[in-house]
T-cell receptor, first 115, second 114 residues
Framework: NAGVTQTPKFRVLKTGQSMTLLCAQD?????MYWYRQDPGMGLRLIHY???????AKGEVPDGYNVSRLKKQNFLLGLESAAPSQTSVYFC??????????????FGPGTRLTVL | AQKVTQAQTEISVVEKEDVTLDCVYE???????LFWYKQPPSGELVFLIR??????QNEISGRYSWNFQKSTSSFNFTITASQVVDSAVYFC???????????FGAGTRLFVKA
């Protein structure tokens, strides 16, 4: 099992450019999440999904869009990047159910810089 | 509203010292989970422990121990005989049972000097 993988690992964008971050998990988890991590602020939830075809807003959704067309993939899009979106982005998936540890597993992160 | 507070921004200790990382949480729900994660300098997030709100037993795993006190809404993490490899950012987190979202504290950066 690869667990949770993220593509790319690093990216530099110019203001106004667009990009998509890909998260993939091979654990058959229903729930998936996108977080951003900024110094001194911990992890803040951008968007999440509770199953294929569903998405919902988290704490800081503005400027981002997501899609969950396949259960194993959760895409995070930036339509017009801004310097305030410079951050480290983490994807996570979570197993659910009484027979599970109900734990979130995180990807390795994507470091995004917007100039 | 849910909230997790890690008041210690940075802690610096010398190897072999014991160190306690504080975590205070707020929630209106009666059942919830508390978590600790470790983020070493390499950047990945490593799950350390999950605690159910109805289980107030302290837990020990090697040099790590956790003290959960519902009366003070605290879930503190102690590292005994710290080592340089313990240097990392540690996050405390909270999620209501059956909830979708996990709320993270701002993290405590631990430096362990040789």
């Amino acid at each position: 099992n690869a667990g949770v993988t993220q593509t790319p690992k690093f990216r530099v964008l110019k203001t106004g450019q667009s990009m998509t971050l890909l998260c993939a998990q091979d654990m058959n988890h229903e729930y998936m999440y996108w977080y951003r991590q900024d110094p001194g602020m911990g992890l803040r939830l951008i968007h999440y999904s509770v199953g294929e075809g569903t998405t919902a807003k988290g704490e800081v959704p503005d400027g981002y869009n997501v899609s969950r067309l396949k259960k194993q993939n959760f895409l995070l899009g930036l339509e017009s990047a801004a310097p305030s979106q410079t951050s480290v982005y983490f994807c996570a998936s979570r197993e659910t159910g009484l027979a599970t540890s109900d734990t979130q597993y995180f990807g390795p992160g994507t470091r995004l810089t917007v100039l | 509203a849910q909230k997790v507070t890690q008041a210690q921004t940075e802690i610096s200790v010398v190897e072999k010292e014991d160190v306690t990382l504080d975590c205070v949480y707020e929630t209106r729900d009666t059942t919830y989970y508390l978590f600790w994660y470790k983020q070493p300098p390499s950047g990945e997030l490593v799950f350390l422990i999950r605690r159910n709100s109805f289980d107030e037993q302290n837990e020990i795993s090697g040099r790590y121990s956790w003290n959960f006190q519902k009366s003070t809404s605290s879930f503190n993490f102690t590292i005994t005989a710290s080592q340089v490899v313990d240097s990392a950012v540690y996050f405390c987190a909270l999620r209501n049972t059956g909830g979708f979202k996990t709320i993270f504290g701002a993290g405590t950066r631990l430096f362990v000097k040789a």
